[in-house]
């Protein structure tokens, strides 16, 4: 069908043959499956697709058709000789045949597939209206077509038909009974303008943009994968209602969704709205491989940047190069790498609630002043003690010649692991909180730095409960004696945590990474932690002592390694601490692991240190100082008195004691209020070093090749010179007005929205497997004035709400367009389209009154049958709301990703697992029984019932027709109300004969019931709504 | 989803095949015509079936969580013998890269045998654990696979690999496929129904294992609950009778047939008839599901679960009460065989739960002439080590071990359906983690489960974004030697 409206559907000049629209598709349809792009394929070694290869053979020479084999070979007698041959049953009409010809006597010009070439508004054909009045470009473009083809565009739709169509498409609500009238009563010249505007202008507007972009964002409350869990994301919904309520111009939607967080001068808003990168499917299933989900993120992020902005599914390419667009592997990994330099960890917390990194604290209020306060006042106290250092000298010289005595800290835990068993390791210092080993060496004690040490064989760490739960305002240290003999990439030497991955490492650790002793301490590693490695490697077959101190500052520069006594240089890792590093009480409980400890040597899930030895493990809830250190090593016989000043400052000077008081009084109030905030994923940089990416054979996370560059694909738009090569570059890429896709593809989405069809019907898909446009210069018109009009999404919206293209009725002028043109690909008739499921039910909600108008916030969880989550083993369970909550617009429901709400996906709404740029529109007995049975229907139906009973109390003609008015916004016929006023009747006296049952029905839903009116009566009433509400002229725009 | 599908739809319509029904002149057909065919097959492909089928439709018994071989069916003693040692080097090729999954994180790999006694059962002399008397019953109706092996090592990849044939999220489940390709025997039903075992795991199956992806989305599966709305919304709420609802139809059929004088748009056709198929739901669907009528010799084959709502023994009575009225694809689940520890007790208190209702469903099968063209399938998304997990055996009395996932080599049975009875095909080597001989890959599986179907995997296709997609993705060959 594509075919038959291309060849003969592009306005170029008659003689001008264009190889896109009209010779391609006949060489795609008749010649490319043995003369294409496939070798394996390709017969007499000729190929056809490329200008290059038809020259090669000489089958086509330009100018001379009776000299291109080409074309001999389509008009020959000789069967032998024939193409297509006979064979394949694909014979080529003469004016297909014709039209070749004629192309070749003009050059055989071949193109560039067309949705590379940047738009351009092509002269406008000169077409009028009936009445002469001159006609919206759009308009003059569709009639264009329609005139070439000898069609009569349909008539204008009724008023109410228009009005309802706009209603529904502009706002996702029919237009009330006020409204109606107002705009029937209205017949002055801006009738229709006034009402474009008027729904323009309601917030109702943005919640009916979102919605569509929602499917796009792949936006849910859940994470998606394995346990599903919960991700509070909906200030990224909020964000996308607002920014088409204020008509922010799409491309700055745009550029704030893909780099907001990178914008000078970065808001709140602009760091949400960067959530878009992060809405992909995220798992926390044990024993997964971080580095593997990571690149299913990336992976996620091309597929939905390629199909949302570019209209091209990049991911073929990133197994192999795409077979059919010019887009490499090499291309798609070069572009993958703007989406790949965030800090995510790839996996979300099993054993936290924490909101995966990076994320951004999200104020209201005026948390964010408070905030910034209390930061300026911790940097401010900070500041001041530090400046007290010198008066302290004095006092520490006075107390020195006092005869004052400092002794190293004594730690809060010690375990000598001098005697121990499975059961218990002594713990000198909290006997009360023994230690264990996990299970006992398999050999004899060994022999430790002193005494008897623990032998590591990679299962057996020691554990100390109840102890070391530090916030992460809490100085501390820790110290052990460890000798390793071989060395490990990555090996647990002491921890205080639930788990590692599984908890993204919440708490604080010394690891040991090819060697080298590294001190973190995680919110959610990596993005929200900090840690620092040593530079070298611990020698092997040494008994080394390694000490962490820990300042409670949550910086980098507050963490410290000392060997043996001494300090050593260390690497800063991260920096980007924000968050406390305590397990919460609210987190899940599971069976099967061991809860949080603190523990030497290993832990589960995790890499353990094997053919190992340590020995005397201490943590002391101070930061050490260094002199301590080096008395705690053992290693410095003697010690300077001048040396103790930090110990003094610590544990002596009363000024400098009272100012840490107040310093750490201010931490603890930031931390809470760090843990008392909303919190999102947003994305940022990498901190320190970009990430490598390279080129991925078969895209397997593990199998690395060539490092790439990051780039975009040439063949779209080489990336400009003068924009910088990260994210913002990219974004700005994007929206570049060079760009060939970006508002082609933008606005063809518009246009669905309005048509029910693309002018690309493929909206996902502008590549060479896609459709090609029914009208390329009506889209390329668009895309140009959308660009040229600041990528004004409203305007956009109104000319194409304004339309006499829009305005027909949906009835052609000759019926049998239903049949030749099923699709309406024409345009010679309205729009008709069965209404979303979200339109469904929101409408259902705004007849009978129900419906919630409060914008924005949490999602909500509106009615669902009962045991749909234990019949699936959801273990969650689904909290039904009340009240207003019951009956917010289904934008705001509760949309979980393995178990969405079924009367959404029965009315083919996506899972929202991965971007849907076009939704299926079917009928199923499945939606029928929605339709007649979910309670939300009924419960609309006797709401609006009672309204209507109390309104007209004995006129069942008014009731009727009202109520008809009210679904169908039309004004119901004889034969209709016929129909409807008997069935009234007929339900009444059935309801008669069985009282009991009007009550029941007045019962479904919570709302409340007019207690006045008579049961049965209002049960009547609202029996013929339900069927109003399954009817043609209430599920369908008009 | 462009592309024009010149064929019915089991149950439900796009857009697009409305509108070529009525393209066809077929939407003036009277109501009546089109819905008195329940037990005729309709929709489905141009030319498929693409051969004779053996298997009319299939009964896929998923145990989700990945149950261990070693324990069931692959009968190891050599590893019992090893208990304690680690598995050899050589085993993982040789490689000491770590292994996939929580193990990776282990030091050792000490081998574990199945606590559990093996004997050989029927002519054919499968070898059968303990745990499964009732299965070891009907062995000789059974072909066990021992050479399964799949790509991916974590549930949800893996699971989707089982389903839809790739481990990438967002491609259609097998049931979707076989409803496109071959439309339905009954329209009052749907072709695709999902029946999931009532019980509480940490692993909830998510509904993207039987969803339609980028086929129409009426080939999605239908889940049948074990509550009094088998199908959601069912019934109509307390107060709304079944004859209020019948009122209801004929006021919308009396007004969309006039409004169809006026626009006669072949949509309003579609829609009043999916009204009536739902109608007449409401009474198939009760009456497929009620096992209240099932003999007590029927229910005793199934065992003592089988009159418990949800449960798996009441699923499998479901599952025959649907192959008999001919739906197409019938899958079960049954969660909670993810055993990483205490694997002894959880086979202990599992493997109750399915031994007897399998056994159940291939007799009752058997003895309604069923089994013939009924292909029944058993197995999980992987299998699990032939190492333990967590603890070493040796050193801790043996019974609270675990199993981490395996993908390298598991276990699957198959009946019926064209399935040659009574043997074995493949084998894993000595400790049941790597295969032996004649692999079958979750393709293969797919290939031949098609094959049986009548369906060339490799004719069976979908143009979405360009590209033709198949259940099979580029790969997948029948395994003849399981055919009959």
Known sequence: ?1038 | MTQCHNHWSPLGLTRREMLNRFGLGIGGLALADMLSSAQASQGGLAGLPHFAPKAKRVIFLLMSGGPSQIESFDYKPELTRLMGQDLPLSYRGGKDKPLPGMAGNQSRFPLVGSPFKFKQHGQSGAWVSDLFPHTAKVVDDMCFVKSMCSEAVNHDPALALMQTGSQISGRPSIGAWVSYGLGTDNRDLPSFIVLVTKKNVDQPLSCRLWDSAFLPTHYQGVQFRSGRDAVLYLNEPSGVTRASTRRMLDMLGAMHGKEREVFPDAEITTRMEQYEMAFRMQTSVPEATDLSKEPQSVLDLYGPDATKPGSFAANCILARRLAERNVKFIQLYHPGWDHHGKLVEGFQKIVPEIDQPCAGLIQDLKQRDMLKDTLVVWGGEFGRTSYAQTVDPSKSGGSVYGRDHHRECFTFWMAGGGIKPGITYGSSCDLGYNVASDPVTINDFHATMLHLLGVDHERLTFRFQGRDFKLTDLAGKVVKGVLA
Request: glycine letters at 6%; a negative charge; aromatic letters at 8%.
């Open chain 1, 1 to 1038: 069908m594509t075919t038959v409206f291309a060849v003969s559907g592009r306005l170029t000049a008659a003689d001008e043959v264009s190889y896109n629209f009209q010779v391609r598709p006949i060489l795609a349809e008749h010649c490319f499956k043995c003369h294409g792009s496939d070798a394996k394929q390709r017969k007499g070694k000729l190929r056809l697709d490329t200008r290059e290869g038809a020259m090669e053979k000489k089958s086509i020479v330009p100018g001379k058709p009776d000299e291109s084999e080409f074309i001999k070979r389509l008009i020959t007698t000789d069967e032998e000789d024939l193409m297509p041959p006979p064979k394949e049953h694909r014979p080529m009409s003469a004016e297909k045949i014709a039209l070749l010809r004629r192309w070749v006597e003009q050059g055989a010009v071949y193109q560039k597939h067309w949705s590379f070439i940047p738009p351009v508004k092509a002269p406008l054909p000169p077409v009028a209206s009936a009445d002469g009045k001159p006609l919206h470009p759009i308009d003059q473009l569709v009639r264009a077509k329609l005139q070439q083809q000898g069609i009569k565009p349909a008539e204008p739709a009724k008023r109410e038909a228009w009005l309802r169509r706009v209603s529904l498409d502009l706002t996702g609500l029919p237009p009330t009974l006020e409204e109606l009238d107002d705009f029937l009563r209205d017949e002055s010249d801006g009738a229709f303008e006034k009402v474009v505007d008027r729904l323009l202008g309601s917030t109702a507007y943005g919640e009916r943009m979102a919605t569509d972009w929602m499917d796009v964002a792949r936006f849910a409350d859940t994470f998606g994968r394995h346990e599903d869990a919960d991700s509070a994301v909906f200030p990224y919904r909020d964000w996308v209602i607002k920014a088409f309520n204020r008509n922010l111009p799409y491309d700055q939607f745009v550029i704030q969704q893909t780099a907001g967080d990178m914008l000078p001068g970065a808001t709140q808003d602009m760091y949400i709205a960067t959530a878009f990168n992060r809405l992909v499917q995220q798992s926390n299933e044990a024993g997964s491989n971080e580095e593997e989900f990571r690149c299913e993120h990336v992976a996620d992020r091309m597929r939905t940047n390629g199909s949302a902005f570019l209209g091209l599914s990049l991911e073929c390419a990133r197994c192999h190069n795409h077979k059919y667009d010019p887009i490499t592997m090499k291309d798609y990994y070069s572009m993958s790498w703007f989406l790949s330099n965030v800090d995510e960890l790839g996996l979300y917390s099993r054993y936290t609630d924490a909101v995966p990194a990076p994320s951004l604290l999200i104020y209201k209020d005026n948390d964010e002043s408070r905030h910034a306060e209390l930061k300026l006042r911790i940097t401010t106290l900070e500041r001041q003690r530090e400046a007290m250092r010198g008066e302290a000298w004095g006092r520490f010289n006075q107390w020195t010649n006092a005869g004052g005595r400092p002794a190293v800290a004594k730690p809060v835990v010690h375990i000598p692991l001098e005697s121990f068993d499975a059961k218990a390791a002594e713990n000198l210092a909290d006997p009360k909180h023994p230690g264990a080993v996990r299970r006992k060496p398999s050999d004899k004690p060994a022999l430790g730095r002193v005494g008897k040490a623990l032998h590591l064989e990679g299962d057996n760490w020691v554990s100390v409960r109840d102890v070391g739960d530090f916030s992460r305002t809490h100085p501390f240290s820790l110290s052990i004696w460890v000798k390793i003999t071989a060395i490990q990439p990555r090996a647990v030497l002491i921890h205080h945590s639930r788990a590692g991955l599984d908890a993204a490492s919440r708490g604080y650790e010394i690891l040991l990474e090819d060697g080298k002793p590294s001190f973190a301490l995680s919110h959610f590693y990596p993005g929200n932690a900090l840690r620092v490695r040593m530079k070298q490697a611990l020698p092997l077959n040494t008994w080394t002592q390694i000490v962490a101190t820990y300042d409670g500052s949550s910086r980098a520069a507050g963490a410290k390694l000392f060997i043996n006594g001494f300090p050593v240089e260390t690497d800063v890792v991260r920096d980007h601490l924000y968050k406390d590093i305590v397990y919460e009480k609210t987190a899940k409980d599971l069976t099967d692991v061991e809860e949080v400890a603190l523990a030497a040597g290993g832990r589960y899930n995790d890499q353990a240190l094997k053919e190992a030895y340590i020995d005397d493990l201490k943590c002391f809830d101070r930061q050490l100082t260094p002199v301590e250190v080096r008395v705690l090593s053992e290693s410095a016989s003697q010690s300077k008195p001048e040396e103790w000043f930090e110990w003094y400052l610590r544990e002596v000077d009363g000024p400098w004691r009272a100012a840490t008081d107040k310093l750490t009084e201010a931490r603890k109030q930031e931390n809470e209020l760090s843990m008392t905030l909303g919190e999102m994923m947003v994305m940022r940089e990498m901190p320190i070093e970009p990430r490598p990416v390279f080129v991925l054979e078969r895209g397997r996370f593990d199998a690395r090749r060539e490092q790439v560059q990051p780039g975009t694909p040439e063949s779209v738009l080489p990336f400009p010179d003068d924009l910088p090569r990260n994210r913002l570059g990219f974004a700005k890429w994007l929206v570049d007005r060079r760009n060939p896709l970006t508002a082609r593809v933008y606005v063809n989405r518009v246009w669905q929205i309005f048509f029910g069809r693309g002018i690309v019907g493929t909206s996902e898909e502008f590549g060479m497997q896609g459709e090609l446009p029914t009208h390329p210069e009506l889209l390329d018109w668009l895309a140009v004035d959308f660009m040229e009009g600041a990528w004004n999404v409203k305007a956009l919206c109104r000319q194409i709400a304004l339309s006499a293209t829009y305005r027909q009725s949906v009835v052609p002028t000759d019926l049998a367009l239903l049949k030749d043109d099923p699709d309406n690909r024409l345009l010679a008739r309205g729009p008709r389209q069965r209404l979303t499921a979200e339109q469904l039910r929101d409408s259902a909600l705004a007849v009978s009154g129900l419906l919630s108008h409060e914008v924005g916030g949490p999602s909500v969880k509106p009615y669902q049958p009962d045991g749909l989550y234990d019949e699936a083993g959801v273990q969650a369970a689904y909290d039904q709301d009340h009240g207003d909550k019951l009956h917010r617009r289904s934008l705001y429901t509760y949309w979980k990703r393995t178990l969405p709400p079924p009367t959404m996906t029965v009315f083919d709404a996506p899972t929202r697992e991965f971007c849907k740029m076009r939704r299926d529109r079917s009928a199923s007995p499945l939606q029928a029984l929605v339709l007649f049975n979910d309670p939300q229907f009924i419960e609309a139906a006797r709401v609006l019932a009672d309204k209507l009973v109390g309104q007209y109390p004995q006129d069942d003609a008014a009731r009727i027709r009202t109520a008809y008015r009210l679904l169908t916004n039309q004004t119901p016929s004889d034969w209709q109300m016929q129909v409807m006023t008997k069935s009234l009747q007929t339900e009444r006296e059935e309801l008669a004969k069985e009282p009991a049952l009007a009550d029941k029905i007045l019962h479904v839903g919570e709302a409340e019931s007019s207690k006045s009116l008579p049961p049965a009566e209002v049960a009547a009433t609202a029996s013929v709504l339900r069927a109003l509400m399954a009817y043609d002229e209430f599920v369908m725009k008009p």
